[in-house]
């Protein structure tokens, strides 16, 4: 049996969160119930007519924090129970995301709730004592938590049973097993002089898929070499690596 996958986004802007969500994979995943989001409204969860969310820094110094009550509440009424829920607040501070991180999250068997910051901070009470994670896309400053959320729940929700049309794609490239992918061609095989590589006309799939692995390493030692540092080569992998390495030298 299928579980759907839950996922909760609390932001100020649920527009935002919805378009996007409202295209593509995603929306054939959710119209086929195997992920499901509740977006809520963070205003909804302020106690004042104004429904205000921030307000001025204790201590003075430029810029708005978000207020901690509006998070508590909206939590509190949609998730109740605590052990049902990982509550993962997007900021810079957090621990960065990365392929393995999407794959525990898709293995996780709460409901993943985002919390969307926007302005330059969060009330200190909320990464206290309501977030179970704190996760940052990148060190770069967004000017909030929303594509951040959105990224995870894109990566996260690929690496399910049925997202993707075909099973394999999912972990058969970059970053799933640790290299870079190696290049890609399709239809002419001759465009504006630009032809395709011999051996994949070839029909040898043995020879295509040798030239594929070379191709990933060689591209991994060239752009990301720090990447071959974690992963390890099988013999087949250490001796192509060799003749790359005497190749370039
Ligand atoms: N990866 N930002 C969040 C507001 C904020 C500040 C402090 C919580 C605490 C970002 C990133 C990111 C900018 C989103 C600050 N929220 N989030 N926002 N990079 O830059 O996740």
Same mark, same amino acid.
């Given at each position: ?41 963070? $205003?909804?969860?302020?106690? &004042? ?5 921030? #307000? @001025?820094?204790?201590? *003075? =110094? ?64 909320? $990464?206290?004592?309501?977030? &179970? ?5 990148? #060190? @770069?400053?967004?000017? *909030? =938590? ?104």
């Amino acid at each position: 049996m299928i579980m759907r996958k839950k996922f909760g986004i609390v932001t100020i802007f649920p527009d935002m969160v919805r378009a996007y969500l409202g295209c593509s994979i995603l929306k054939r995943a959710i119209e086929n119930n195997l992920i499901a989001v509740a977006i809520h409204n963070l $205003r909804d969860y302020s106690t &004042d007519k104004h429904r205000t969310v921030d #307000d @001025y820094p204790y201590g *003075g =110094g430029p810029g708005m924090v978000m207020k901690p009550e509006p998070f508590f509440r909206s939590v509190e009424d949609q998730w109740p129970i605590r052990e049902n829920r990982r509550v993962i607040m997007l900021s810079p501070r957090g621990r960065v995301f990365s392929q393995e991180i999407a794959r525990e999250l898709s293995r996780e068997k709460r409901e993943l709730i985002f919390l969307c910051g926007r302005y330059e901070a969060i009330d200190e009470r909320v $990464r206290e004592h309501l977030i &179970d994670d704190e996760i940052s896309i990148g #060190d @770069y400053v967004l000017t *909030g =938590g929303e594509l951040p959320a959105l990224v995870i729940i894109d990566a996260v929700s690929r690496l399910l049973p049925d997202v993707l049309g075909d099973s394999r794609s999912a972990e058969d490239e970059s970053f799933s097993y640790g290299l870079l992918d190696y290049p890609h061609y399709t239809r002419p095989e001759m465009f504006r002089g630009m032809g395709v590589p011999n051996v994949l006309l070839s029909g040898n799939h043995e020879e295509i898929r040798k030239w594929r692995k070379r191709q990933s390493l060689k591209a991994t030692l060239q752009k990301r070499p720090e990447l071959l540092a974690i992963y390890a080569l099988s013999d087949e992998e250490k001796l192509l690596m060799e003749q790359i390495k005497e190749e370039t030298s």
